[in-house]
Structures are given as structure tokens and as C-alpha cells.
């Protein structure tokens, strides 16, 4: 069974990734406006109607924006957990699903979703691992200080892994930003940086890991070539597979779990 992965954009200005089988559509994180939405679905050659879940990993509004209202114009069921839910003044039953950290959503015989709970901080975030019929899985990792072992114990075998490179610590140290601002990205709760990301994938590489999209990245304290080179320079000849980053732009690929070359999206608009 098929599963496909597609950032409609990711970064500080919004994030929304979708996931995809025959059957089934998801949304990890409805962050963008509800216009901007429906035109990065549009462009992805997706019915806004046709998403069945929107799911949101925390309350930030670049993964929160406008997720209560697409769910109820486009009739999808709407998954948070209940801390989230509270923080965005949803209401549990009616208007959202709330969740537990690693209770598994069976969105579809083909699709299901383990959120992961994530050191973030002021926030209860979660990772997503999506999993299709054939229990192959994709993961969805943003906004995070640091890996747990949890979290490297169930992004371990995935095929696919969405991940924040968020900062390159000389460009943050050297930045615009306040001491404490600073300090706080850097922290446990904060934001992974290119070093920590690589790190991670370093430890993850398997045969089967055939993508990996970098995305989150902050436009003033990280270039998509800084984040590329770290990881490059750390998983090297080790990875065969395909590298690429999601930018605030709208999609520009999808990825195909089980394989290295991504579709590019050619948009009109
Ligand atoms: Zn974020
Ligand atoms: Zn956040």
C-alpha cells in the first residue's frame, strides 16, 4: 500500500504536511490561512473536501491557524490532545478528538497515526509516525529541543522522516535575536539545531530509509544550504537515498514512502 508525503510548507510563517493513501487523506498541522491553504492543496492537485483529518501536533499558531475552521468547512474530523485543544479554546467532542501521547488514531484501514509526545516548550508537542496498511511507516518530527529515546525508539525502521533543522548555531549566536530568545531556541525546549538533526539521522540510517525532508528551517538564523551540508557532511556515503528541504513556499514535491526519488510538483501559480 501507497503513502505519500507532501509539504504544502514549513517554517515559522506556517506548516501543513500531507499524508496520503489511495483512500485516505491527513493533514499533519493546519498552519497556513485557510485561503492559503486551500491554494497549496489546489496546487497539490487535492480537493480541500477530500481531507478526512487534520491533524494538529500543538497549539503554536504556525501549526494551529486556521485547523478548527478547515475542519468544519471541509467536513474533517479534527485531532488534538486535550492540552492543545485547551489552549486554542476547542471544544473536546463537538469540534476536536482529543488524543493521549501514544494512543494510536486508526484514521482509515490504511492509514494510522501514533503521536509522539516531544520536549517544546510552553507547549505539549507531538511527533507524528504515520503508518500504512502494511505497517510501513513516515514520520513528521517539528519543533523539538532534543530527541527522546522514545522518540528515536519509533522513528527507528521508519522508511520516510520529515525533520526540523531549525538553526545553524553560529548564524543564531551571531543573530539579530535577544540573549533570551536565543537561549530559549537553543534549550531542551526549544528548536533542533543542523548539528542536532544530523545527530539524529546519523543514528537512524538503515537500508530502508529512502527520504528524509528537512524542514522548519528559520530564515533568519539557518540557509537551506547550511542545513543540507551538515547533514550531508554527517550521514555522507551512508545514504543513498533522497535529501531534500521544505521551504515557506508552497509544495514543490512528494515524497513516496519506500522510494528515493520525489515527484516535483510543477505549479502554475
Ligand atoms: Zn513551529
Ligand atoms: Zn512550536
Redesign the pocket.
Known amino acids: 500500500m501507497g503513502l505519500e508525503i507532501t509539504h504544502l510548507g514549513s517554517g515559522s510563517g506556517g506548516n501543513s504536511t500531507l499524508l496520503a493513501t489511495e483512500t485516505t487523506k491527513v493533514l499533519v498541522d493546519c498552519g497556513f490561512s485557510l485561503r492559503q491553504m486551500e491554494l497549496r492543496l489546489a496546487l497539490s492537485g487535492v480537493d480541500p473536501q477530500s481531507i478526512d483529518a487534520i491533524v494538529v501536533s500543538?497549539h503554536?499558531s504556525d501549526?494551529s491557524k486556521s485547523a478548527v475552521r478547515a475542519s468544519k468547512r471541509w467536513q474533517a474530523d479534527l485531532y488534538s490532545n486535550l492540552e492543545t485543544a485547551m489552549r486554542l479554546g476547542w471544544q473536546p467532542i463537538s469540534e476536536v478528538r482529543t488524543f493521549e501521547g501514544l494512543q494510536r488514531l486508526e484514521i482509515s484501514d490504511e492509514l494510522s497515526l501514533l503521536p509522539v509526545p516531544v520536549p517544546?516548550e510552553d507547549?505539549e508537542?507531538v511527533a507524528i509516525i504515520a503508518s500504512n496498511g502494511d505497517g510501513r511507516r513516515a514520520a513528521v518530527v517539528t519543533?523539538l529541543g532534543e530527541a527522546t529515546v522514545e522518540l528515536m525508539r519509533h522513528l527507528a525502521g521508519c522508511e520516510h522522516i520529515s525533520i526540523e533543522a531549525n538553526y545553524d548555531p553560529g548564524r543564531l549566536l551571531a543573530g539579530p535575536y535577544p540573549e533570551r530568545l536565543k537561549r530559549r531556541i537553543s534549550s531542551r525546549g526549544g528548536h533542533l539545531s543542523n548539528p542536532q538533526t544530523a545527530e539524529i539521522l546519523v543514528e537512524l540510517l538503515h537500508p530502508d530509509l529512502k527520504s528524509i525532508v528537512l524542514c522548519h528551517l528559520s530564515e533568519k538564523n539557518n540557509a537551506p544550504h547550511l542545513a543540507e551540508s551538515e547533514v550531508l557532511l554527517q550521514i555522507g556515503d551512508r545514504f543513498n537515498g533522497d535529501l531534500s528541504i521544505s521551504t515557506q513556499k508552497g509544495p514543490e514535491f512528494s515524497h513516496h514512502l519506500g522510494q528515493s526519488e520525489p515527484e516535483w510538483i510543477s505549479s502554475v501559480v
Open positions: 500543538h503554536h501549526h517544546h507547549a508537542n519543533d
